[in-house]
């Protein structure tokens, strides 16, 4: 007699019904609820991964078994079939089951992070919050909240595109952001993480919190690594001045914030606003602070502060008609271009450091090259 | 001991639930739900899950704080249960399977059944319509749904997808996956077809769905509601 445990079976016709399990010494023995028994062999089993945050594990005997699956849940099942099983099926279910244990890990920090932010909202009077200008919220909002909120605007805006995960252009752009990230000073503990979307559009925007979203036409633009990280180095300001987050409130109102974090509200308008924080226009002051704290953080780095005024001349000279987005959100560009090459010359690099990135490699990496 | 049975009755636009408890036993419904009830049974407002179990549920997931324990001390007894919403009501018998349920469907259950909370991943949680936390259905027992409309079921063979607009969603069954995604290609097209979000599902599994869309409904009537001053 083998362990017995409590599993779902889908009959070939459709429709789910609980069935006993019993793991017999060379094969699978199922026992549907007011049905006959299935034995399957365990080397001619076959299996996929699926249902709820991908926690199930889903069993056939092909091709005799057709559109009948046996659904296992239960860990101990899982780990005991996984020994009885080699090859593919094995890999799969002890694979399911470390997946299991990380998933359940991040949901208890996810969880405690989640409700605190909502408790530390909800708890701070959010009678007095809808109705308060957003500059309180901004500033009552703990950094979870911001987190969350910065994590949603990524997420929304990744929706539908192709993330590049992988290759010379995510890496060089994801050692950029760890250049500038180390050199931050008063870092109030955002995590600075980056991806590289496939687009056209030669922009980059940091969201609240520390996420920083670059399209792919930004690096095509690019004639150095040093040009991209002066971009990233302006951005990265925004996000420590809390621009995006300010703009975000401001554009939403405190109380849709707050409704975003409660689960509710008119999500199709809060999604709509927040995918456009690429698009945000900031005001003059919030992007001369950005320019000359951005310099900083560049020399800082180790890297060339006239690299951003180069970049964004560069873009200039070839835009005849149209500006790029990045420019043109961006009022008054040749005022500033002047005193971004006033700013470089005044901020002498102590330490320079060039990044060691083959740009042409990840130029020609691009799509669309 | 025997169980306490449902059986649903007036079926039409405005069913209600007949539930026959017997001594010692009980139930627990949504609050509000209690229609009329034979006089030996009791009623209690629980929160189920202790104070924080229900400040989490009200908070995160717009469920009605206090749930309903109706319950038959010394004698049976008969309650009738009534949804809010006009549609249909559903029995579910769960045994081993385990069912995610949107907010506002839940209207009863035998004490068997186990309610919990489950956080979603971000994405889902935002744009899913349901907030951060769905509720997990799990035990075994009889559960009773109120759905806005008519209900319709769809079993989804193994690989197989489909695609439901968040606010028809009523229950689907945790075997199935499913990702959030933009109805149209882009964005303005998205919103502008009045569908903005979907929930994309991958079988094998059930999903039960309302044929009417409270969120459209609530839209249409504030438009037909005279507006003060």
């Given at each position: 007699?083998?362990?017995?445990?409590?599993?779902?079976?889908?009959?070939?016709?459709?429709?789910?019904?609980?069935?006993?399990?019993?793991?017999?010494?060379?094969?699978?023995?199922?026992?549907?609820?007011?049905?006959?028994?299935?034995?399957?062999?365990?080397?001619?089993?076959?299996?996929?991964?699926?249902?709820?945050?991908?926690?199930?594990?889903?069993?056939?005997?092909?091709?005799?078994?057709?559109?009948?699956?046996?659904?296992?849940?239960?860990?101990?099942?899982?780990?005991?079939?996984?020994?009885?099983?080699?090859?593919?099926?094995?890999?799969?279910?002890?694979?399911?089951?470390?997946?299991?244990?990380?998933?359940?890990?991040?949901?208890?920090?996810?969880?405690?992070?989640?409700?605190?932010?909502?408790?530390?909202?909800?708890?701070?009077?959010?009678?007095?919050?809808?109705?308060?200008?957003?500059?309180?919220?901004?500033?009552?909002?703990?950094?979870?909240?911001?987190?969350?909120?910065?994590?949603?605007?990524?997420?929304?805006?990744?929706?539908?595109?192709?993330?590049?995960?992988?290759?010379?252009?995510?890496?060089?752009?994801?050692?950029?952001?760890?250049?500038?990230?180390?050199?931050?000073?008063?870092?109030?503990?955002?995590?600075?993480?980056?991806?590289?979307?496939?687009?056209?559009?030669?922009?980059?925007?940091?969201?609240?919190?520390?996420?920083?979203?670059?399209?792919?036409?930004?690096?095509?633009?690019?004639?150095?690594?040093?040009?991209?990280?002066?971009?990233?180095?302006?951005?990265?300001?925004?996000?420590?001045?809390?621009?995006a987050l300010r703009g975000l409130v401001g554009r939403l109102g405190g109380s849709a914030v707050i409704a975003?974090?409660?689960?509710?509200?008119?999500?199709?308008?809060?999604?709509?606003?927040?995918?456009?924080?690429?698009?945000?226009?900031?005001?003059?002051?919030?992007?001369?602070?950005?320019?000359?704290?951005?310099?900083?953080?560049?020399?800082?780095a180790g890297l060339p502060p006239a690299a951003l005024p180069a970049f964004f001349e560069r873009l200039q000279a070839q835009e005849a008609g149209g500006l790029p987005e990045f420019l043109s959100t961006h009022p008054d560009t040749a005022a500033r271009i002047v005193e971004l090459h006033r700013l470089s010359a005044a901020t002498p690099v102590a330490d320079p450091r060039p990044l060691a990135i083959d740009w042409e490699a990840v130029r020609a990496s691009l799509p669309g090259h | 001991m025997e169980d306490v049975t449902f059986e649903i009755v007036e079926a039409g636009d405005a069913p209600v639930v007949r539930a026959r408890i017997p001594a010692g036993g009980s139930l627990f419904a949504d609050a509000g739900a209690m229609m009329t009830m034979t006089p030996n049974l009791t009623v209690e407002s629980s929160l189920r899950g202790g104070v924080v179990g229900a400040l989490s549920r009200s908070l995160l997931r717009g469920e009605t704080f206090f749930y309903l324990t109706i319950s038959a001390p010394q004698s049976a007894g008969e309650a009738l249960l009534a949804p809010s919403t006009i549609g249909g009501i559903e029995m579910l018998e769960l045994a081993g399977t385990e069912y995610f349920l949107q907010k506002g469907s839940f209207l009863a259950a035998q004490h068997s059944v186990q309610l919990t909370t489950k956080s979603q991943n971000l994405t889902k949680g935002l744009f899913s319509g349901e907030g951060f936390f769905v509720t997990r259905v799990s035990g075994s027992g009889t559960l009773v749904l109120n759905t806005f409309g008519a209900l319709m079921t769809f079993d989804l063979a193994p690989g197989q997808e489909y695609v439901v607009d968040n606010f028809h969603l009523v229950a689907w069954e945790s075997t199935i996956s499913y990702k959030i995604t933009k109805a149209a290609a882009g964005w303005i097209s998205s919103f502008a077809s009045g569908e903005g979000f979907v929930c994309r599902f991958t079988g094998p599994g059930r999903i039960y769905v309302q044929t009417r869309n409270p969120a459209a409904f609530a839209g249409w009537l504030s438009r037909h509601l005279p507006s003060k001053g």
């Open positions: 007699m083998g362990d017995s445990f409590q599993a779902v079976w889908f009959a070939a016709a459709g429709g789910s019904r609980p069935c006993r399990v019993e793991l017999g010494a060379g094969s699978l023995v199922i026992e549907p609820a007011g049905d006959a028994a299935v034995r399957w062999p365990y080397p001619a089993l076959a299996s996929e991964i699926g249902g709820d945050d991908r926690e199930w594990a889903f069993l056939s005997c092909p091709p005799a078994s057709g559109n009948a699956r046996l659904a296992l849940h239960d860990p101990a099942a899982i780990l005991a079939l996984a020994a009885r099983t080699s090859g593919h099926v094995h890999d799969d279910l002890t694979g399911l089951d470390a997946a299991r244990r990380r998933h359940a890990a991040r949901h208890r920090r996810g969880l405690t992070t989640g409700l605190f932010a909502v408790a530390a909202v909800a708890v701070g009077g959010w009678f007095l919050l809808t109705r308060a200008a957003p500059e309180i919220v901004v500033a009552m909002l703990p950094p979870a909240g911001e987190k969350l909120l910065g994590e949603a605007a990524l997420a929304q805006m990744l929706l539908g595109e192709t993330a590049i995960e992988a290759g010379p252009a995510a890496e060089a752009v994801r050692a950029i952001v760890a250049r500038l990230a180390a050199a931050v000073t008063d870092n109030p503990g955002y995590e600075f993480d980056v991806r590289l979307v496939e687009s056209a559009a030669v922009n980059a925007a940091a969201l609240p919190g520390g996420k920083i979203i670059v399209f792919s036409g930004l690096l095509a633009e690019a004639g150095s690594p040093a040009e991209v990280a002066g971009v990233l180095a302006h951005e990265i300001q925004h996000v420590l001045h809390r621009d975003l974090m409660l689960g509710g509200g008119d999500l199709a308008r809060i999604a709509g606003q927040a995918g456009e924080l690429d698009q945000l226009a900031y005001g003059r002051d919030q992007e001369r602070a950005a320019d000359r704290d951005g310099v900083l953080l560049l020399a800082r | -």
